[in-house]
């Protein structure tokens, strides 16, 4: 049941890859399906392990220990096989800032808990009324810790901004992207809305993923791009392909004053949308694939970090941001704020630019940085620490904005420790099990 119960949840919630994998990956819609279907499969697994555990539990064992063994199973989740953690648990609270405080102390991973615990005291309650005073305390006051710390956070003036910055969301479609015959257009689509902003003189202009048509600084209009940094006297970040001993890289630039300021080149690269794991498998069962970039993308090394007169700062490029770990490293490397650049034209108009930006919020107070956005299609956006919204696109929509943001030095708990939540969870997990004298729990 768990397992059926799982895969469900994951059908409804990542539907949008058939159209990610089919419409523009290049997969027929049989193969499509297939791959959204054995994904939720592997997704729902972790349900089905989770509800067998519970088996093994009673009254408050059952909400600590099952509470534990959730944020075990997530954390596996977001690690395993390349890692996919998305759609947490904890991700449902996405907009309710007093709870996503926690995040600075725990990571996603302890605001997952209290959830979890919450909802497996209300089982408790329906299937055995007597037993919940014994439980309910308890989570009440884990609630109440989590809520206070979040109010007090909260409390008093809003973080500082020092800086203004400019996003472009050129609103490319993702079957013109890769036309050679378009590239002068898309890349004039940028410029023009670059000249716009300039008038409000922002201090940094962000570009989305991918938004150079070509391989930069090798295509002839590499020349156009370091013209307008010079024109514009700002400096200018933005995403394009680039190619080294016949490797190709999804890679962000940053340009100023008509010179190359530093790059950075995607570490942790999408299945099937920047390489197909099992190619020949897939293609013997499915025949061949149609490429929709010029060939497989080769990941990057290191997390860089960006030395700018505004402060420094580290790039994580779409898929990335849903990886707390590369953050964690951008801000331990010395960035002072985040800059996240992303295509989702890749999920059409679906769900997923939502849930994606949702993780760039939660990015924001695990570290308490400003997190700057800028989506080919949105959303694009700017995100304060304390994970407030202060600029949000329609998607869509072709635009340029400014808004203010700042730099933070701050080092949370979950930037010096990482991860210990999951650990402390293991921890309790046993200490449940070992405690638990009866046998399963099974129903009568």
Not at 221 to 234: H, R, T
Request: aromatic content about 12%.
């Amino acid at each position: 049941m768990g397992l059926l119960g799982g895969t469900v949840a994951f059908l409804t919630t990542c539907y949008w890859i058939v159209v990610a994998v089919n419409r523009y990956g290049g997969i027929a819609l049989p193969g499509a399906f297939a791959v959204l279907l054995l994904l939720c499969l592997y997704l729902g697994t972790y349900w089905g392990v989770f509800c067998i555990g519970l088996l093994y539990f009673h009254r408050i064992r059952l909400v600590l220990g099952g509470s534990a063994l959730w944020v075990v199973l997530e954390y596996l989740r977001g690690h395993l096989l390349s890692g996919f953690p998305w759609a947490m648990l904890s991700h449902s609270q996405w907009r309710i800032l007093p709870l996503l405080q926690i995040l600075d102390l725990t990571g996603a991973y302890g605001l997952s808990f209290l959830l979890c615990a919450v909802n497996l005291s209300l089982h408790l309650g329906f299937t055995n009324p007597k037993g919940i005073w014994k439980v309910l305390p308890i989570t009440m006051v884990l609630f109440g810790l989590v809520l206070g710390y979040g109010f007090l956070k909260l409390k008093g003036p809003p973080p500082r901004t020092s800086f203004k910055v400019g996003i472009i969301q050129g609103n490319v479609n993702q079957s013109e992207k890769w036309d050679r015959s378009l590239k002068e257009r898309i890349l004039k689509v940028h410029e023009t809305l670059t000249v716009e902003i300039l008038q409000e003189n922002p201090h940094l202009i962000l570009w989305p993923e991918t938004a150079f048509p070509g391989y930069f600084p090798q295509d002839r209009l590499s020349d156009k791009m370091l013209e307008l940094s010079q024109k514009g006297k700002v400096p200018i970040l933005f995403g394009s392909l680039r190619r080294e001993s016949g490797r190709v890289y999804n890679s962000a630039f940053l340009i100023s004053r008509g010179k190359i300021m530093g790059h950075y080149d995607k570490v942790h690269l999408v299945p099937f949308g920047e390489y197909l794991p099992l190619r020949d498998l897939l293609e013997g069962l499915f025949g061949p694939f149609e490429e929709t970039v010029p060939g497989d993308i080769s990941p990057g090394r290191t997390v860089e970090v960006f030395e700018t007169p505004l402060g420094r700062f580290s790039v994580l490029i779409c898929f990335e941001i849903i990886f707390p770990d590369l953050s964690r490293a951008a801000v331990r490397g010395g960035a002072d704020f985040l800059v996240t650049i992303t295509n989702d034209a890749w999920f059409g108009r679906t769900s997923a630019p939502y849930q994606h930006l949702a993780q760039a919020v939660f990015r924001a107070v695990e570290v308490r940085r400003w997190v700057l956005r800028s989506a080919n299609t949105g959303v694009s956006a700017v995100v304060d620490p304390r994970g407030r919204i202060l600029a949000e696109t329609p998607i869509f929509r072709r635009l340029a904005f400014t808004a203010p943001f700042g730099l933070s030095a701050e080092r949370t708990l979950y930037v010096r420790l990482g991860d210990w939540f999951p650990g402390l969870s293991i921890l309790i997990f046993i200490l449940s099990a070992s405690l638990q004298r009866q046998g399963p729990d099974r129903p009568s």
